[in-house]
Every structure is written in structure tokens, then in C-alpha cells.
């Protein structure tokens, strides 16, 4: 095996230790990001040349898989009732901005941030204006209301008041009236136990995704992630059923919002060692450099 080969090998582990460098100071810069999961490089050999009596010597190193650690985040206290955390390992479901139609599980837009509001045409929306959708049919949530000059009736929509485990929502109504939302653009049930029950099993609730392979979810930032076929996320229509909340495994949180799971002392620790390594894999590019100087040396 040349001298030549030894820079390669060194070089090979400068770009792996660069690319770890680079996932580690992402997760470092999301540690205040709500709902970010942090990342972490696993690496791998490459070929092997054999020189000879059953040896082998490497030739270096790649990154193998950026790994994302779906592991919860703290749960943070908000001052804000429509600020939604989910503890287990389900996604709140999203349609574009602007969406009015249903959108199939595998269409829809995951995201584990539930910093939602309700804006000017009365959808329950995230800081980008992406539509939380309801379990029944995966339509975007839609508050019943009327657009004036047309009178104000029971129902229409004032605030949120309440989110419970399951994704329920109680509203109060311009008149001061406690409401359950019941479905895109329906009238709203006012607040009773058969009328909670209606809801519940219509799946008129905010609806979840729980991929069987989260590992295969696509990121495209903004806090969202996207199906993949490696996802596990199934071509198929919202259901009640399927993406409500159940209430213990996986739980709704009002008031609450999840924070990064980043661990700063791990970083930090992952980060002297990754730069110890490129440190290492540069000196033997340096030391394969002035073996080769020597060995030029020797024709003088």
C-alpha cells in the first residue's frame, strides 16, 4: 500500500469528521428550538486492500447515517392555551397554508412544534401559517363564524379555551357561550358530556401521525417533516380511529410546548472529540507528506 493511499485515508476521515462537525453544530444551534429532535453521525469503513499472508488495511472512513433522536423533549409551560405538546411518539398532522381540501395521511406535513393560533379566517394555523387538520377526513380546522354584515349567531367563534388529552377543543362563542368545535365549518356543540362523546367518536379533534418508521420522515425544515415510503406513514385518508389521540400513550398537552431534546453537555463533549479526530486525520496526511519528502530525498 503507497504512502499516497495513507493521504486519502486521512482525507477521507477529514470529510467524515466535517460532515459530523456540521450535524453537531446544527443540533447546538436547535437547542432553544421548540420540537427539534437532534441528529448524530454513525460512521463506517470503507474498502480493504490486502497486502499479502490474509492482512488487510483500510482505506478509510465515510458517514455511514445521520441518525435523528425522536427521544421527547422537556415539557415547557406556555401562557398560551392553543400552545399544544404532545408526550409519545406522534406528530401533529398539517396541511398548507391556504389549504381548503382533505389531505391523505401521507400528504400531510408532521411537525412535533404545536405553537398554534387561530388566524384571521378562523383556521387553527402554526407560526407559518400551516393548517392543523382534524382527525375525521383530514379537512384543515375551521371555526364556525360569520362574516359580517351577516349576524352574529350561537357559535361563532370568540377563543379557544380548552384542549383536552384526546385533541377536543372547547371555543367560547361571541356571546360568551362554551362550544366544542365539530368539524370543518360545522356549528359547534355546546359543552355537555353526550355532546363531548359526539365529537370524540366523529373524530372532530386535532389529528395525529404516528409513523411506524419515523427514521424515514424527510425533513424540510421549518420544524416540519414529510412522508417518505420509508416512513410508514399509510396513503390513506384521515380517521377517527386512526389519528386521534388516545389519551394515555399518547397524550395532548395544553399550556404546553416540548422543548429540543438537544443535551448541550453531550454536544459539546461530541464536538472536542470530532475535532480531536480531524485533527488526528490531518496530522497522518501531514506525516504520509514528509514520508514521501523523505523517500525523494533519497535520490540526491
Known amino acids: 500500500m503507497s504512502l499516497s493511499s495513507a493521504m486519502f485515508t486521512g482525507v477521507s476521515g477529514l470529510q467524515s469528521n466535517s460532515q459530523a462537525i456540521s450535524v453537531i453544530g446544527n443540533n447546538i444551534a436547535n437547542s432553544n428550538t421548540v420540537g427539534f429532535k437532534s441528529s448524530s453521525t454513525l460512521f463506517s469503513d470503507l474498502l480493504y486492500q490486502n497486502i499479502g499472508n490474509n492482512s488487510q488495511v483500510g482505506t478509510g472512513e465515510k458517514v455511514q447515517l445521520v441518525r435523528t433522536n425522536y427521544t421527547g423533549g422537556s415539557m415547557a409551560n406556555s401562557t398560551s392555551v392553543t400552545d399544544v405538546a404532545i408526550q409519545g411518539n406522534s406528530f401533529f398532522a398539517l396541511a398548507a397554508p391556504g389549504a381548503t381540501a382533505a389531505v391523505n395521511q401521507n400528504a400531510a406535513y408532521l411537525t412535533r412544534a404545536g405553537e398554534f393560533n387561530v388566524d384571521t379566517a378562523y383556521h387553527l394555523v402554526n407560526p407559518d401559517g400551516y393548517e392543523a387538520v382534524q382527525a375525521n377526513g383530514g379537512t384543515p380546522i375551521l371555526f364556525q363564524h360569520n362574516t359580517p354584515p351577516a349576524a352574529v349567531v350561537a357559535g361563532d367563534y370568540a377563543k379557544v379555551t380548552a384542549i383536552d388529552s384526546r385533541g377536543v377543543i372547547t371555543y367560547q362563542d361571541l356571546q360568551g357561550n362554551s362550544f366544542y368545535y365539530n368539524g370543518n365549518g360545522a356549528a359547534g356543540l355546546p359543552v355537555s358530556t353526550a355532546n363531548y362523546n359526539t365529537v370524540l367518536t366523529a373524530g372532530n379533534v386535532i389529528a395525529v401521525v404516528n409513523p411506524t418508521n419515523p427514521n424515514g420522515l424527510a425533513?424540510?425544515?421549518?420544524?416540519?417533516?414529510?412522508?417518505?415510503?420509508?416512513s410508514g406513514v399509510p396513503a390513506a385518508a384521515f380517521t377517527a380511529a386512526?389519528?386521534?389521540?388516545?389519551?394515555?400513550?399518547?397524550?395532548?398537552?395544553?399550556?404546553?410546548?416540548?422543548?429540543?431534546n438537544v443535551d448541550m453537555a453531550t454536544e459539546l463533549v461530541n464536538m472536542l472529540t470530532t475535532q480531536r479526530a480531524y485533527s488526528a486525520n490531518s496530522k497522518t496526511i501531514t506525516t504520509a507528506d514528509q514520508m514521501i519528502q523523505e523517500t525523494l530525498g533519497l535520490v540526491r
Not at 386512526?242 to 429540543?260: D, K, Q, V
Open 219 to 230: 425533513k424540510i425544515g421549518n420544524n416540519l417533516y414529510q412522508s417518505t415510503g420509508a
Open 242 to 260: 386512526a389519528n386521534t389521540a388516545n389519551g394515555t400513550s399518547e397524550t395532548m398537552l395544553s399550556n404546553y410546548l416540548e422543548s429540543s
